[in-house]
């Protein structure tokens, strides 16, 4: 069966969304890419440090609220609407509550095909990243390096620690059927 979906689960910093665009150019068919970071961008400005929204502490803790987790149900639907309709998609997100989110995509993508991809980094290289990015909270890497492969399986798991992101993306394609992968790729 050819893989409708591919999901990037890691922490902040930890590479994904560079990854992304490695696998759309790596990848011959077209694979729309979004990632929780652009549901949060399209948030209005006042849920992105509000109790029913998104709060995110100096130190990087980051709680989502009643609203925020409406917005989200509601974004996965239509992203597995586009994959049920025939695009092919890649998601970039960061799995706050490990298994439990995973749950959630479990949910919204029945009955898709979906490759699940850790992404892993060592978290002193992660925070280096997150310095060097100055957009997210010094921590913010470090208080999830963990928590979000908690009890989540995947298909396929790549570390950026010492890894490029053309390489994980290349490693990621090799496991994606139905699609072929530009010459060079590796599994």
């Known amino acids: 069966m050819t893989t409708q979906v591919i999901v ?3 922490a902040s910093s930890s590479g994904k969304s560079g990854i992304v665009r490695c696998l759309q150019a790596e990848l011959t068919d077209p694979w729309l890419a979004f990632g929780v970071d652009s ?10 440090a509000s109790e029913t929204g998104l709060e995110i502490t100096a130190d990087g803790a980051v709680s989502v609220g009643a609203a ?9 639907e239509g992203i597995a609407a586009m994959a049920r309709a025939g695009a ?3 998601i970039d997100d960061v799995f706050l509550g490990g298994a439990a989110s995973r749950q959630r995509w479990e949910k919204a993508l029945d009955g898709l095909n979906v490759l699940w991809v850790g992404v892993r980094c060592d978290t002193a290289v992660a925070e280096g990243r997150e310095i060097a990015r100055g957009d997210r909270p010094v921590g ?12 989540v399986i995947y298909d396929v798991e790549v570390d950026t620690t010492h890894t490029e992101s053309l390489e994980c993306a290349r490693t990621i394609a090799a496991h994606v059927v139905g699609d072929v992968t530009v010459p060079g ?3």
């Open 8 to 10: 990037l689960n890691g």
């Open 39 to 48: 549901l949060i961008e399209a948030m209005p400005a006042r849920m992105r």
């Open 68 to 76: 925020f987790r409406a917005l989200d149900a509601a974004w996965a």
């Open 88 to 90: 092919r998609i890649v």
């Open 140 to 151: 913010m890497a470090a208080l999830q390096a963990d928590v979000v492969h908690e009890g």
């Open 185 to 187: 790729a590796v599994g």
